[in-house]
Each structure stands twice: as C-alpha cells, then as structure tokens.
C-alpha cells in the first residue's frame, strides 16, 4: 500500500480520524497555539509570495507590448541609422514591419494648480503606418502626411489640457491635435504618453538642422519565439567590417524582469519561511509532550495488537489533521487579507485572483501541511518505537 | 453467557503455553536482578491457570513473558507453537493481536474513547470494517454483561465493574485462545471482584484458555490449576 492508499484508508476508517480528532481536542488550548503557529506560516510565507508576484505584475503591466520588437540604435561613436542599414534589415527573415523613428525633445510650460510648470516632451517622426502600429488613438485620428497635424500622447494631452481641434505650439509653430492616443505606460521604443507625434515634413520644418537618418528603427518580428535570432541575424548583416549599430531585444526586459522579481519573491518567501520554521518547532514540541502524556495509551494499544506502523500512523494522522485545518484556515485569511491589502496598496485585487497568485496561496498551504507533518514525524517514530511494557508502567 | 462447562476430560491436553528454563535479568546499574530463575512450564489449551506469588515474586514478569510484553533473557517462550525468541516487532505484535486479551488491575481503557470503542480498538488493528467492529463490540458488550446503555459511555462515567467488563470486552475482541489478566479484581469490591471471576470462569468453560495472576488465595477457587511463584521460582 502507497501513502496516498493508507491515509484514505486511515480516514475511511474511522475510528483513526476520531481517534486524532479527539486527542487533538483533549488539549485544545495547546492545539490552538499551534495551529496559530502554522496560520502564521502560512500567512506569511502565502502574503510574501503574492507581494513579489504582484509587484512584478504591477511593474511589467506597465510596460507595454515590450515583447515583440527589436530597437536597432547607433552603435557608439555612430551618429544615426542609414537607409542603406535600413535595406540590410529588410533583407532579414521574420520581419514583420521595419518602423524608422527620429526624434527630438523640448521643454514645454504649463499651468497646474495655479503654478508654472516645465515638461520634458518628445517629437517624434514615424510614418503613420509604422505608428499605428505602435500606438491606439483615443480620440480623433491620425495626422495626414505633409499636413501640419499632429498626435499627442495622454499625458500631453492631460497636461496641456488640449483635445482634438486645438493647438500646441513647438518652437514657435503651432500644431494642429487631431488626435489623442491612448495611455500605454512606459516603452522601450518610444515614449507615447509625453509624445507629440507629426508627419515627416512638418518634422523636417521643426528640426532643420537633424542629422541625415533615423535615432533609432523598431523591428516587428513575426515569430517572437525567433526574435533572437532575427537580432543575430540583422546584427551580422550590418556590423560585418565593424559595429555600426546595436540591437535591443525588448523581451530580454522582460526575462530579466521575471528573474528579478523571482529573486524578490523567493527571498519574501525566505523571510516568510522563517515563521513556518518556529511553527514546525511549535508543533513537535505539542506532539512530544502529547506523545508523553499518552504513553501508557501507546502501551495499552500496543498490548491490545497495535503495532509500531499503526501508532506512527496514529500521530502523523493527527500532525495531518492539525497542518490542513491550519493551512486552510491560512490560506483563506491570505486570500481575504490579501483581497483587502492590494485593493488599498495596489488599487487594484485582481493581482491576487492571477492563476500566479494563486500558486503562492497553494505552495503556503502545502509548506504548512508538510511543516505540521514534518513537526510531527520525530514524536510519531518514537511513540511507535516504544516498548509496551516500559509505556504501560509509565504514570 | 453462552459458554457451557468443559469437564476436565474434554479438555486438551495440547500445550498453548510453554515455557523452557526461562529466566529474566533486570540489570540496575551493576546490580543484576533475577525477575525469573530457569522456569519450565507448559499450560494446557483450555486450561483455568492462577499464577500465585506475593509481591515482587515475578508473577507478573511470567504474565507479560507469557503475552509477549517482555522477552526473556535465556529460554524459550511458545505460544500455541510457536517461538516466540525467533519474531521480530511486527511478529510479536500479531501474536498478542490474535491470541492474546489482557485484562489489567487498573482496567486501562482509553479514557478519550467510549465504552464500545475501547471494544473496537484491537478490531481496528486487525482491519476490520466499521460497520463489523461495532457489530462485533456490541455482541462483546453484552458478553461481559455490560448493560448496553454503557455502551456510549467514557470510562468516567462507569464503575470500576463496568470498566472491568468493558475490559474483559476489549480483551475477547479478536476472540483470542488466550486471556491473561493481572490481578483482575485488585481494583474491585469483594462482591464486584466474585462477578467478574465468574465471568471468566464462564469464558473458560467455552474454550478460552485463562491465566490469573493474584496474590489473593480466594481467586485459586476458580481456577483448575495453580502455579505457584516466589523469588523468580517455581515451587509448586
């Protein structure tokens, strides 16, 4: 029989449950201090886990779309992109679209709450193909090439307090917002929400002096699972004689992310781990001193045809009973603690109800069953180790 | 009870218990103590044995040598054939399982439990089914004379009497061959301890071989045969 096999057997018969319900009742003071232990634990150990795990929801969320695009930049000592590099990239496999970005920023000033305030905004010229596929409009639409529209980002928009139909004045030249996009959170392509966006020639008439070329080029791959090798490959095509340009895979961001916050969590975990410790020690001193208050039990069993497997079972049963009520009563606190705390730090529980979340709340309930197992094993063996004769003489 | 009286001629001559030349050594610190001096008995299946001796004469050590609580030091111990020298844990424990009751001077029940689940508790070690068991403890119940109404009440709750019967219960559980009690009525009144005699001379007379150890030369009156202990020795 496997231990699955006999704990079923052990709690369909029973007279074995009864049995570990009632010793754990005799003593309920003792039961109930450590079964707070393991409540604690699991707390602990479940919270620490679904705190790292929604940090790193909370930070990657706002990175958006980061996964699928290459950023080919400069490489140092180079001052842009080219048009011949540009065709090299195309020559490329897995490409998708090839979105050639130039930029330049400007200060802008504004009123909030009745005080002068300076920002740093960045104007970007990208093709309005390439940018719808990069951003989502709110409001209006996109700039028509060669007109002297243009498309602000959210905060822009918010900041400047502008809607479709107004203008925003750059370096003396006024521009028409015909649209708005959507708040998308931080990039590392381009900055969206403190963005204006224009066409290429109202661009030119803002920066006349801009280098000849592109600051950077964004690659949309068509199989992500590819997209290292894509960046090899656009690498080795352009950097032959020398290095030319880099190239930036964004999902590396988030691998790193994950590692990072992997790393945070299992240390939360750590910390956490270290009352499930206490409550293991807990544990085996409650079953140690029941295992010596019940030895002339163990010994009466013992003669009456119990033999040592059925005594360890015995008190691993009740080690069992106690682990999983307290584990359940500690995940379910995690669950309506946690509910309560993320809606208050986070703004927002539904970090708590991810499939990810979800597994801390379940490894905090197995580590406080395997604790309370753990904790009850050394008192098990030696109540089953005891002679009979020397365990019915015992008062 | 049920049991009819087995005359003397019916019963076997067929040795349950045997012991050769066993002796038990305690040791405390360098001193050596002799529980039990080379003895040799054999007692008969079916067989009503008072072992005799006053305190400290190593009545009880024969008792729990007999129900395999304690090992000798030299010797053997056969218990319905077999050795007992030549079984490990789980083979001495299969052994009081299915041919041992005992019955104790203090009654020793589990005080958590109730009446009928003191019963069922060798059953449960045998594996038998719930519905079995409780079956099985109520018939054991009413065996040992226990009024049913007891059945659902903790040790607390009874009188030294009932507890004995609910003792003498748990002992026939697995309707073993062979039912050891210490000193058995030592913890009862006079009228309470003649009772529970009566019950195992009854069990007795239905096949189950009996063996009493006392010190109270009344309990020899029930038995067939006597054996009689002082100093680790048999002398008669």
Same mark, same amino acid.
Request: proline share 3%.
């Given at each position: 029989?496997?231990?699955?096999?006999?704990?079923?057997?052990?709690?369909?018969?029973?007279?074995?449950?009864?049995?570990?319900?009632?010793?754990?009742?005799?003593?309920?003071?003792?039961?109930?201090?450590?079964?707070?232990?393991?409540?604690?634990?699991?707390?602990?150990?479940?919270?620490?886990?679904?705190?790292?795990?929604?940090?790193?929801?909370?930070?990657?969320?706002?990175?958006?779309?980061?996964?699928?695009?290459?950023?080919?930049?400069?490489?140092?000592?180079?001052?842009?992109?080219?048009?011949?590099?540009?065709?090299?990239?195309?020559?490329?496999?897995?490409?998708?679209?090839?979105?050639?970005?130039?930029?330049?920023?400007?200060?802008?000033?504004?009123?909030?709450?009745?005080?002068?305030?300076?920002?740093?905004?960045?104007?970007?010229?990208?093709?309005?193909?390439?940018? @719808?596929?990069?951003?989502?409009?709110?409001?209006?639409?996109?700039?028509?090439?060669?007109?002297?529209?243009?498309?602000?980002?959210?905060?822009?928009?918010?900041?400047?307090?502008?809607?479709?139909?107004?203008?925003?004045?750059?370096?003396?030249?006024?521009?028409?917002?015909?649209?708005?996009?959507?708040?998308?959170?931080?990039?590392?392509?381009?900055?969206?929400?403190?963005?204006?966006?224009?066409?290429? @020639?109202?661009?030119?008439?803002?920066?006349?002096?801009?280098?000849?070329?592109?600051?950077?080029?964004?690659?949309?791959?068509?199989?992500?699972?590819?997209?290292?090798?894509?960046?090899?490959?656009? @690498?080795?095509?352009?950097?032959?004689?020398?290095?030319?340009?880099?190239?930036?895979?964004?999902?590396?961001?988030?691998?790193?992310?994950?590692?990072?916050?992997?790393?945070?969590?299992?240390?939360?975990?750590?910390?956490?781990?270290?009352?499930?410790?206490?409550?293991?020690?807990?544990?085996?001193?409650?079953?140690?001193?029941?295992?010596?208050?019940?030895?002339?039990?163990?010994?009466?069993?013992?003669?009456?045809?119990?033999?040592?497997?059925?005594?360890?079972?015995?008190?691993?049963?009740?080690?069992?009973?106690?682990?999983?009520?307290?584990?359940?009563?500690?995940?379910?606190?995690?669950?309506?603690?946690?509910?309560?705390?993320?809606?208050?730090?986070?703004?927002?529980?539904?970090?708590?109800?991810?499939?990810?979340?979800?597994?801390?709340?379940?490894?905090?309930?197995?580590?406080?069953?395997?604790?309370?197992?753990?904790?009850?094993?050394?008192?098990?063996?030696?109540?089953?180790?005891?002679?009979?004769?020397?365990?019915?003489?015992?008062? | 009870?049920?049991?009819?009286?087995?005359?003397?001629?019916?019963?076997?001559?067929?040795?349950?218990?045997?012991?050769?030349? #066993?002796?038990?050594?305690?040791?405390?610190?360098?001193?050596?103590?002799?529980?039990?001096?080379?003895?040799?008995?054999?007692?008969?299946?079916?067989?009503?044995?008072?072992?005799?001796?006053?305190?400290?004469?190593?009545?009880?050590?024969?008792?729990?040598?007999?129900?395999?609580?304690?090992?000798?030091?030299?010797?053997?111990?056969?218990?319905?054939?077999?050795?007992?020298?030549?079984?490990?844990?789980?083979?001495?424990?299969?052994?009081?399982?299915?041919?041992?009751?005992?019955?104790?001077?203090?009654?020793?029940?589990?005080?958590?439990?109730?009446?009928?689940?003191?019963?069922?508790?060798?059953?449960?070690?045998?594996?038998?089914?719930?519905?079995?068991?409780?079956?099985?403890?109520?018939?054991?119940?009413?065996?040992?004379?226990?009024?049913?109404?007891?059945?659902?009440?903790?040790?607390?709750?009874?009188?030294?009497?009932?507890?004995?019967? #609910?003792?003498?219960?748990?002992?026939?559980?697995?309707?073993?061959?062979?039912?050891?009690?210490?000193?058995?009525?030592?913890?009862?009144?006079?009228?309470?301890?003649?009772?529970?005699?009566?019950?195992?001379?009854?069990?007795?007379?239905?096949?189950?071989? #009996?063996?009493?150890?006392?010190?109270?030369?009344?309990?020899?009156?029930?038995?067939?045969?006597?054996?009689?202990?002082?100093?680790?020795?048999?002398?008669?």
């Amino acid at each position: 029989m496997n231990i699955t096999e006999e704990i079923i057997s052990m709690l369909s018969n029973n007279m074995y449950a009864e049995l570990a319900k009632r010793n754990l009742k005799r003593q309920s003071i003792r039961t109930i201090l450590a079964a707070i232990g393991i409540i604690i634990g699991v707390i602990a150990i479940s919270s620490m886990g679904i705190l790292g795990n929604s940090l790193k929801l909370s930070v990657t969320d706002s990175f958006a779309d980061i996964g699928d695009k290459l950023i080919v930049s400069p490489a140092p000592g180079e001052d842009s992109i080219t048009h011949r590099q540009i065709d090299q990239m195309e020559k490329v496999g897995n490409i998708e679209s090839i979105i050639p970005v130039s930029s330049s920023g400007e200060i802008i000033e504004y009123r909030k709450s009745g005080a002068e305030v300076q920002s740093y905004i960045s104007v970007y010229d990208i093709e309005k193909e390439g940018l @719808e596929k990069l951003v989502e409009l709110e409001d209006g639409r996109f700039f028509k090439p060669g007109s002297t529209d243009c498309v602000v980002g959210s905060s822009v928009a918010e900041n400047l307090e502008l809607a479709t139909g107004k203008k925003i004045e750059i370096d003396e030249t006024k521009l028409r917002v015909v649209g708005i996009l959507k708040e998308r959170g931080l990039g590392f392509d381009i900055n969206t929400d403190s963005g204006v966006f224009t066409s290429s @020639e109202m661009y030119e008439k803002l920066y006349p002096d801009a280098d000849e070329g592109y600051d950077q080029v964004i690659v949309v791959v068509k199989d992500i699972d590819e997209i290292d090798s894509t960046a090899d490959e656009i @690498e080795e095509r352009i950097n032959k004689k020398e290095e030319l340009v880099t190239v930036f895979a964004t999902n590396s961001i988030t691998e790193n992310l994950d590692q990072v916050f992997g790393s945070i969590s299992l240390f939360l975990m750590g910390i956490g781990s270290i009352s499930l410790l206490v409550a293991g020690v807990s544990i085996l001193n409650v079953m140690l001193m029941s295992t010596m208050e019940r030895t002339k039990e163990i010994g009466i069993m013992k003669a009456v045809g119990a033999s040592r497997k059925d005594i360890l079972k015995m008190f691993l049963l009740e080690a069992l009973f106690l682990g999983l009520i307290a584990s359940s009563a500690g995940a379910l606190l995690t669950l309506g603690g946690g509910y309560i705390i993320m809606a208050l730090v986070f703004k927002n529980a539904s970090y708590l109800l991810t499939l990810s979340s979800m597994f801390y709340v379940m490894e905090g309930f197995f580590f406080g069953i395997a604790t309370s197992l753990i904790g009850g094993m050394y008192p098990a063996w030696k109540a089953s180790r005891m002679k009979p004769l020397d365990a019915l003489r015992y008062e | 009870m049920n049991g009819a009286y087995m005359p003397e001629s019916q019963r076997s001559t067929h040795p349950i218990v045997q012991l050769q030349d #066993v002796s038990r050594i305690y040791t405390l610190g360098k001193n050596r103590i002799y529980a039990l001096k080379g003895v040799s008995i054999a007692i008969k299946e079916g067989d009503f044995v008072t072992i005799m001796g006053s305190s400290g004469s190593g009545k009880s050590t024969l008792l729990n040598m007999i129900g395999c609580l304690d090992l000798p030091t030299s010797g053997r111990v056969k218990v319905n054939n077999v050795d007992l020298s030549k079984l490990d844990d789980d083979g001495l424990t299969a052994i009081r399982r299915n041919n041992i009751g005992f019955i104790f001077q203090q009654f020793n029940l589990i005080p958590t439990l109730t009446a009928i689940e003191n019963v069922e508790i060798p059953m449960i070690f045998n594996g038998e089914s719930p519905r079995k068991r409780r079956k099985k403890a109520l018939m054991m119940l009413k065996k040992a004379d226990l009024p049913l109404e007891y059945a659902r009440h903790k040790p607390n709750e009874m009188s030294g009497g009932q507890q004995q019967r #609910v003792a003498i219960a748990r002992a026939l559980a697995n309707r073993p061959p062979i039912l050891l009690a210490d000193e058995p009525t030592g913890n009862l009144d006079t009228k309470t301890g003649h009772n529970i005699m009566k019950l195992l001379e009854e069990l007795n007379s239905s096949g189950t071989t #009996v063996i009493v150890v006392t010190h109270d030369p009344e309990l020899e009156n029930y038995s067939h045969t006597t054996i009689r202990i002082q100093d680790g020795e048999i002398i008669g």
